[in-house]
């Protein structure tokens, strides 16, 4: 991604197919011709293939299940409270920060988007494509939201514009992928009715207009051919159109020919007929086994998920995620893109696991209590919060109580000490204030505990321990 705010070689995946259709020209391998010939593919080139895939079908499915959601590209939605159980788009959502997505369409034409000041202790804006690598042009962290600007964004793709200077515009974000999410956090200080009636209002300025809106002229044709099938998991592409995901993956990403991880993507996707620039052809496409590519997948899923339980694994990487082309391996790529897809790098926030201080799974069979002194707190310069999840699909646990989170802005009662006790359990221990307590449903469901520290003091977080879920109770 290229910024304007003022002014290896290919990697072989050693792989043989299972084909009904191999590709062959007589000029290219730009056209496939349906062939009777067999190959066979192993399990561990079927694996390598969904490890260069998986970032490219996570946020597919997030950022076009997201635009689905809000009635299509080149639109905003701004949240007015925090977000509850019926949300399932995403994986490990926040419930602790307001949600501003803008969803763009930069194909026909460069879109802008107006961005307000806020009054808040932290507020930013994250912007990713298809390929997972993220980047935060505006952040409080870099004294951003100061005044209101204007950002216009394009790709190399974009019909009738070129980066050219546009008067009137703050800044000038060229992409790498025609179909990105601008998503806002912002901080709702939820405990000051008042300021968070101010910060919603102010959200709800953020607008999205077309160049050729902006300038007076009519809005250009939008391209109306429907896209590919979203999946309600990321398994659920790789089992029913995975071919077709990519190729139009392919067609809307630009690629760096001296990135090695971006070769080796169109090297995987070379030996499944997929190309960038060409059609998708259901009929002369390869044939795949989608079921073992969904079993692939999801042995993949599970062990990402075991990585993040390791407090080893996480202190030595837990910096390492969210970052640009060139800063992050193939492996973080993975594991972002499983865990939770569209984070913040950790220069904006850190998301360490609270794992089980018996080294056991969590479990809703059981009760737990995370503890801390005043001491313990997290190193926050904007704020904290310690989230539930099922394993599973990473979602909040429904409850009646709506509550999912404990934090400044989803509610917390600190200690007569400065401290805290966060418990998770099925019912509320009597002594427990309700702003600390996390309901779950007493059954055989594995839980996923995340503490989200924003604007974290990084030093000081290099030597923090964070805290041990400890089982209080057994079923």
Known sequence: MTIKNNAIAAVAISASLIMTGCHQSSNSESTLIQSTEVLEITDAALEDIVR???QYVAMYNVNNKFA?????????????????????????????????????????????????AFDSSYASLMVT????????????????????????????????YSGEPVEGIDRSIKVDGDFVSAAFRVMPHANEPEKFTEIAEQMQGIAVVTLNEYQGKPAKPVDRTPLPAVGRTDSDIYANNFLEVMQFVLNHTTFDTNDPLDQAYLTAMKKLGLQPGKAFD???????????????????????????????????????????????DLHLLVLQSVIGPVGLP??????????????????????????????????????????????????????DHMKYSVGENAGMVLNAEGGIDIHISAEKPADVPAENWLPINRQDERLDIIMRIYDP?????????????ERVTAS
């Open 52 to 54: 260069h895939s998986y």
């Open 457 to 469: 003091e990084l030093e000081a977080y290099k030597e923090y321990s964070v805290p041990n879920a």
């Open 282 to 328: 259901q009929e002369k496409s390869i044939a795949v086994d989608g079921e073992r590519f969904r079993a692939v997948a999801d042995k993949v899923r599970m062990d990402m998920f075991a990585r993040t339980q390791d407090p080893v694994f996480t202190a030595k990487h837990g910096l390492d995620l969210f970052k640009t082309k060139g800063e992050i």
């Open 346 to 399: 950790a220069s904006e926030a850190v998301y360490p696991p609270v794992v089980s201080a018996d080294g056991e799974p969590l479990n809703a069979q059981h009760d737990y209590v995370i503890k801390m002194s005043k001491d313990e707190l997290p190193p926050a310069k904007a704020f904290w919060s310690v989230t539930l999840y099922d394993s599973e699909n990473g979602f909040f646990i429904p409850n």
């Open 68 to 116: 689905l959601a809000q009635g299509g590209w080149n639109t905003v939605h701004a949240d007015t409270q925090l977000k509850d159980h019926t949300l399932t788009d995403i994986a490990r959502p926040n419930n602790d920060t307001l949600y501003v997505f803008s969803l763009l369409d930069l194909r026909d034409d460069a879109v802008i988007i107006d961005v307000p």
């Open 129 to 160: 494509g298809y390929d997972h690598y993220v980047t935060v042009p505006i952040s409080v962290t870099k004294n951003d939201f100061q005044v209101p600007e204007k950002v216009l964004f394009y790709t190399e793709r974009t019909s009738g």
